[in-house]
Each structure stands twice: as C-alpha cells, then as structure tokens.
C-alpha cells in the first residue's frame, strides 16, 4: 500500500470485506486504484468476482435473522456509534476521497459530514418504524400492518460520491434490519473500504455489512440473479440502471433506482440576479460539475440574459483550479482522462453548432483536468440541452414566457434536480408544480440533505433516499388478518 499520509494509516484497506473479514480474490488478483490529480497509483485492491460476491451474499443471508432480531435501539446505537467514527474520522476520509475521486478536501470533508448525517438521521429513524391498525371491515376481525426488512440488498454506488452515495443506503438498509453486499464504483473503492473498516470498529456484527470490488459485469450478474438478494437499490447512469433492472426481472427484486439528471435552472426576469449566481456556481461547479444533481442548461428570461451573463462570467473566471490537495482549490481534476475527453466532445458538438466559448480559468497541467467555461447562444440542437454534461461547462439558453421555459425545462427524458429563481409567489407555486421533476429549488442552487427525499421521475428513477420516505425502499408491508373475535 502506498503511504496515503493519513493519521491512521489501516482506514486504507485493499482487500474485500465479507464475513467480518478482510480477504484477498480467490484468484489472487488486484487492480489499481489512481489519483486523478497526477496519475501516481494510490492502492491495489482484491479483483473478486462471482464466488466472492456469491460468499458475501450467503454472509449476508445468515446474519440477517438475528440482525433483524436485535431491537431497534440496539440497530439505532450501532448506527450512532457508525455516525461517530466516521465524523471523528473525517479528515483522514475526506483525504482517501480526495485522492481517488479528486474533488477539494474541503469539500471532501463535506461529503464525509453529509454522508455520516444520512447515518445519524437513519439512527434516529430505526426506531420510528411504526405499523398501523386499520378499521375493522367487519365486527369479529382485526387487521393490523406490519412493516418487516426486505432481506439481504444489494447496494451499487458510482464514484461522484464514493462515501455519502454509499452510506445513503447502508443507513436506511441496517436502520430497517437489511443485510448488505455492497458494491463501490471501480475508480474509487477506498472510500467505501474505509467505511467498512469503521463498521468493523464499532462492532457492527460479522455479515451485515459486505463490500466487494473488482469483475463488474461478474459481481454485477451475481447481485442481480442471486434469489437470495431480495432488493437492489442502484445509483449510476440511467443505461446501466435500465440494464440492472432487466437483470433483476428474473427473481422480481424491489428496485430503487438513483439515475442520470439534466436539470434546469430557470431565471425568471424578476429574479435576484446576485442570489441566482450564488446558486447556479455552486449547483454547476460543485464537484467539477459532476453530479447528478448539476445544473445542466441555465435558461434565462431574454430581458435579463446580458446582465446575468456579464455577472456569471466574472463568477467563473474567480474559480480556481488544481490539486484538491492544495489549499484554495475550487475545483479538481475530473475523475477520469475519459471523462475529460467526452466533455470536450460536448464543447466540440456545441461549438460546431453555433455556440460561442467564454473559457474561464486555467488548469494545471494533468491529463484529467477540465477547464471550466460558460456557452452562450446555446440551442436545443446541441447535446448540451439533452445529455448531462458531467463537467465544468455552463450552457447559456434564453427564453422569453414563462410556459416557453417550463417547457423548454420539462423537454428530457430525465426529471432527477430542477432549479429557478422568482421574487413572484404565484409564479413559484405555478412553475414548482409544472417541472416534472422530482426535485425542485425554488431560490436555492443547494437541495440535498438527509432531511429531504432525494430521488427522480421519468428516467431518473424510482424510489427516494433519506427522509423519513428513505426506509420504505427497505421495508415490506405485512398485513395480519385477526378473525373470530365475534
Ligand atoms: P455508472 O457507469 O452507471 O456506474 C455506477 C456503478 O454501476 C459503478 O459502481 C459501476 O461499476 C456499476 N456498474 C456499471 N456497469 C455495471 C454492471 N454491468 N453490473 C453491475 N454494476 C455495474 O455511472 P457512473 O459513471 O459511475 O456515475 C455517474 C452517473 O451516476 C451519472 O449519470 C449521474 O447522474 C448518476 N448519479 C445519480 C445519482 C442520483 O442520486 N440520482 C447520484 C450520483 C450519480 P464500475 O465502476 O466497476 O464500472
């Protein structure tokens, strides 16, 4: 293992977790883990396939009874202890993520606060889990509803939020009784080991929690056939996830289903301009542009296109880019030479179209790094209206009605994030009910927390993470049936 620099140097693990212990690939195998930011290879880590996967699975099935057998207070103290750690922990996470994924440390360090919120908001909630008694449908019968854990889930993450993508579904899955068999995106899997060691640590008992990495396709083929696995709750592309619920057609598992986004941000002519700003350079560059909830297109009302351009030009070009080690970083390298090259093919594809470049600032050298820029005379033609972007590029349209830019808004296949600015109410109400979307800002260019459900419509998905909504994925609905009671 590389010397990462971390204070406590065993969080870097390299070997998959199933059973309680930390294990080489049957095959001896490895892959390597890389720093987007210069190339250097951080890890090796197990390449484990079907016999592995099928291993962690039947870990799972065998502590599940007695998982789900503990009381809810004892899951919910597990959990506490979890939220804990890993905050007492943040600054070696935040520096793993940093170095596999990219982003800034301090907004590594965010992520890692963020995702150990959806742990203590899952916490609490283990033990609201509550059932119903019904009115009776006649005099000599009772029913009652329970509400019983789904059995083992299978869990599949990406690499834009290696650590709060993951434990938005080990929370809710362990808070409701669910054993799990994880499975980290390939480019950043020390995060999600990172927080299998912490699970260890706190005595979460030996098969609730499994993490494997390595032979996609294999370990993919294996969650989605096995009878055991009775759920699967998927983030990534809306490809792969149309391609996973197909899979897992043949033994009809619940699905949650976090996919792809394109959304909107709407800028009325009424809107504050400076407030607009404020929102759309966080939802756009956070991250580099990479996640699903990154504003895709800003439409702005015709009236007041030039002066908010002039303003988000200047936004930009105060970003900074570079290592996300380096103090003052705004943002990183994208996570992949790939990923850089297919947002250059965006720019390529809107520039050939008739959209102008405004380039903001520069990057260091390194293969991975994106430069970030604002388009104008942007167009539906382009594939900046349809595709999401996932990069540091700000599409300027315009619009000159309000029902033009709803529908210019609703135009997607996806209804993931939405977002628009308006000091009128009655126009906030209208527009907030017309975007088909499963979420809206009204105002505001940050939405997610553990509070809020998370979660999309259309080809965006299907299900919510946090919230209270967030244990239903992992729950069953029993209704018990009392007779002769006449
Ligand atoms: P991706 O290519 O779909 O990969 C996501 C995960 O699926 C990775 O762990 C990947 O593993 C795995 N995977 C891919 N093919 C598989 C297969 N055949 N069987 C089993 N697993 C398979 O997506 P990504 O590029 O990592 O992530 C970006 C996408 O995620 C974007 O579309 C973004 O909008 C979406 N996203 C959505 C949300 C949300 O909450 N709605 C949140 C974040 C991201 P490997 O890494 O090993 O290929």
Redesign the pocket.
Known sequence: MTDLNLSDPALLRGQAYIDGKWVDAASGETFTVDNPANGEVLAEVAYCGEAETKTAIDAANAAQPAWAAKTPKERAKLLRDLFNIMMANQQDLARILTLEQGKPLTEAAGEIAYGANYIEWFAEEAKRIHGEVLAPPTGDKRVVVIRQPVGVAAL??????PNA?LTRKIAPALAAGCTVVC?????TPLSALAIAELCDRVGIPTGVVNIVCGN??A??GELTSSPIVKKLSF????G?GK??TEQCSGTLKRLSM????NAPFIIFEDADLDLAIKGVMASKFRNAGQ??VCTNRILVHENVKDAFVEKLLAATNKLTVGNGLDEGVDLGPLVSVKARKTVEEFVEDAVSKGAKVHEGPSTPNGECYSRPLVLTDATKEMRVFSE?I?GPVAPVFSFSTDEEAIAMANDTEFG?ASYFYSNNVARCWKTAEALEYGMVGINEGIISNEMAP?G?VKE??QGREGSHHGLDDYLEVKSLTFGGLS
Do not use: D
């Open positions: 599949i993450t990406p690499w834009n939020f993508m499975k980290p995106a390939s480019e996609t396709r370990i993919g983030t990534g592309s809306t792969v391609m996973l976090e996919l792809g986004g996640t699903c999401e996932f993931l998370f999309g965006s998905g």
